[in-house]
């Protein structure tokens, strides 16, 4: 029984390093991006104003934006996307003999935190889109 317990707290610690360490670089990551994009907004400010003093309109400023933001967001879901789904295959078969893991599981589990993170990186799109278009007018 003794060794059952440490193979729990193994677990346990492991599970709380994991999220501990995916809530860190998660949040990292989506600041990098942020200060990254309103960077770049107030670089880009004079441009903008010069394009719409020469005709553009809001809506077409405001699509630009939203475009640009949509690109440099989007772009990291779509390779992790693209990187999970050729790992996966290799990931079932190392969880099947490691721990005789279930596969529907782990997938179901996969696709929660990629949805978490999704949302995340959501959040951060409007968050972004919102600063940024208040810098550009």
């Given at each position: ?53 020469v005709g ?23 390779v992790s ?57």
């Amino acid at each position: 029984m003794c060794d059952l317990s440490k193979l729990y707290g193994l677990d346990g610690t492991l599970l709380f390093l994991g999220l501990i360490l995916t809530v860190v670089f998660l949040f990292a990551t989506a600041l990098i991006l942020y200060y990254k994009q309103i960077t770049e907004g107030l670089d880009d400010r004079e441009r903008y104003q010069i394009l719409q003093k020469v005709g553009m309109s809001r809506e077409e400023v405001h699509r630009t934006i939203h475009s640009q933001l949509l690109l440099v967001i989007a772009l990291p879901l779509a390779v992790s996307a693209v990187h999970i789904s050729v790992a996966f295959p290799m990931l079932v078969k190392l969880l099947r003999v490691l721990l005789n893991g279930d596969a529907k599981l782990f997938l179901l589990c996969t696709l929660g935190a990629f949805g978490a993170f999704t949302a995340v990186y959501l959040g951060l799109y409007r968050a972004t889109a919102r600063v940024y278009e208040g810098i550009v007018r």
